[in-house]
């Protein structure tokens, strides 16, 4: 089965601006998420979806924040205002279904780089 | 309160050796399910090997077992015969059921390193 896709792989953006990453989950994976890993840490959930309803965002930075799963399947995350902090690997991870069991399957991430 | 816990920073091994990797976690929730991840260098994050909480015994996939301890609320990652490919960060997550909606939360990692 093909993998999880998320693009770009790098991004280089001056804070201030904006960015989106895109990600295609595997085909019916009905669990979607986005994680932002910071370098030399664990990776920490930014949103987490169930089909194209949101599960839990309560750590995502809603001020510059913002994702979006229309139509149940693939999913953009965007950032507007960068800032310098928001340097990170970007992934994206979904899962069969949210049970306890089900473990998540991830794409290669998107690393940003904020100057 | 660090839901999951990973003490060892950087842990160096034997080619050839085994090697265990800590972790500990921290639930009210009686169904959860704990998972370990690898990332190499190259940033891609691989599932390695799930145990449920209402599992009797360990979880075992090929040179990966996971040594279940529920009372000590410990989940350590036990490699066998370590091999030079083995060199990656180590992750451990858990998933609740009841609460939370399945999100899962990762440790901060641990760094192995396989010498020849």
């Known amino acids: 089965e093909a993998g999880v896709a998320q693009s770009p792989r790098y991004k280089i953006i001056e804070k201030r601006q904006s960015v989106a990453f895109w990600c295609n989950p595997i085909?019916?994976?009905?669990?979607l998420y986005w994680y932002q890993q910071i370098l030399g840490q664990g990776p920490k959930l930014l949103i987490q979806f169930q089909n194209n309803g949101v599960v839990d965002d309560s750590q995502l930075p809603k001020d510059r924040f913002s994702a979006e799963r229309l139509k149940g399947v693939d999913s953009t995350l965007k950032i507007q205002p960068a800032k310098l902090e928001d340097s990170a690997v970007y992934l994206c991870a979904s899962s069969l279904a949210p049970g306890v069991n089900s473990p998540l399957h991830f794409g290669n991430g998107t690393r940003l780089t904020v100057t | 309160a660090q839901k999951i816990t990973q003490t060892q920073p950087g842990m160096f091994v034997q080619e050839k050796e085994a090697v265990t990797l800590d972790c500990t976690y921290d639930?009210?929730?009686?169904?959860?399910?704990l998972f370990w991840y690898k990332q190499p260098s190259s940033g891609e994050m691989i599932f390695l090997i799930y145990?449920?909480?209402?599992?009797?015994q360990n979880a075992t996939e090929g040179r990966y077992s996971l040594n279940f301890q529920k009372a000590r609320k410990s989940a350590n990652l036990v490699i066998s015969a370590s091999q030079l490919g083995d060199s990656a960060m180590y992750f451990c997550?858990?998933?609740?059921?009841?609460?939370?909606?399945?999100?899962?939360?990762f440790g901060d990692g641990t760094t192995l390193t396989v010498k020849p």
């Open positions: 145990q449920g909480s209402y599992d009797q």
């Open positions: 997550a858990m998933r609740e059921g009841n609460t939370n909606a399945g999100k899962s939360t």
């Open positions: 639930t009210s929730d009686p169904s959860y399910g």
């Open positions: 085909s019916g994976h009905a669990t």
